[in-house]
């Protein structure tokens, strides 16, 4: 399984929505432009199409199911943002925290579908959007946590949206509660420790940190800070395959 986890200001290039942003038209409207802009602008030509098509017989070979992580700080002021790291990188799921108040109004998406659980404070929220391929539902949930069930060649397969709020620690209720299934957290943790190329730790980090030692789990993380306030990779997922 292919996992993404990226903080979007240090993995999008910046893009000039200026034209966009001026036409008086309502939030629809404007997204059908933003989609055209990135048809248009982040796809590969025809040219390009042809000089590296090659009359081989493709080989057949195994799909990643590919899992990309975005912290978004408040979906309905990222909207655009959504829009391009969806058709950049075209996740068959795509975990969202912090989405704050959209997440009682997520807008549609083609071939997909929205699972979402509020949070505690207007920052706080999950959502998960799952393309329409793959058959899930939902196992568990709570203020800002949020786990699907994933049925995958006979088999299940539990990832979880969670997101921490500042000077809180993790939900070790619902972890303890799921940790014996093949299970993956993926999250806005704000939980620091130096084990995850943090500066330092803090109270949260600690506490997980020993959850994870106690239980078996691993912890899978960028090398690039994801916080804006500190050198700190707050954005990862824990998790452990269940042993046959």
């Not at 790291?85 to 989405?99: K, R």
């Not at 209720?173 to 420790?193: C, L, T």
Request: charged share 20%; hydrophobic share 35%; aromatic share 14%.
């Amino acid at each position: 399984m292919t996992m993404f986890i990226k903080d979007f200001k240090y993995c999008v290039p910046y893009i000039n929505h200026e034209i966009i942003d001026q036409y008086e038209g309502n939030m629809c409207e404007k997204d059908n432009l933003y989609s055209i802009f990135y048809e248009w602008n982040c796809k590969n030509s025809v040219s390009e199409l042809c000089l590296s098509w090659s009359k081989t017989r493709p080989q057949t070979s195994s799909e990643n199911m590919s899992v990309l992580l975005w912290n978004c700080e408040g979906l309905s002021t990222h909207l655009s943002d959504f829009h391009f790291l969806l058709t950049s990188h075209s996740p068959l799921i795509f975990i969202l925290t912090g989405v704050g108040k959209q997440v009682r109004a997520l807008q549609p998406v083609p071939n997909y579908k929205w699972f979402s659980q509020e949070g505690s404070n207007s920052f706080g929220g999950v959502a998960i959007l799952v393309h329409q391929k793959l058959k899930c539902s939902v196992e568990d949930k709570d203020l800002n946590f949020l786990l699907l069930k994933f049925e995958i060649l006979k088999q299940n397969l539990y990832i979880a949206g969670v997101y921490i709020p500042p000077n809180s620690t993790p939900p070790f209720d619902r972890f303890d509660k799921h940790k014996d299934k093949n299970v993956y957290f993926f999250g806005d943790f704000n939980s620091k420790h130096t084990n995850w190329n943090c500066e330092k730790s803090n109270v949260s980090g600690n506490r997980l940190n020993e959850w994870l030692e106690e239980n078996g789990f691993e912890i899978i993380h960028t090398k690039c800070q994801t916080s804006k306030k500190s050198n700190s990779v707050i954005d990862f997922c824990i998790g452990k395959c269940k042993e046959n």
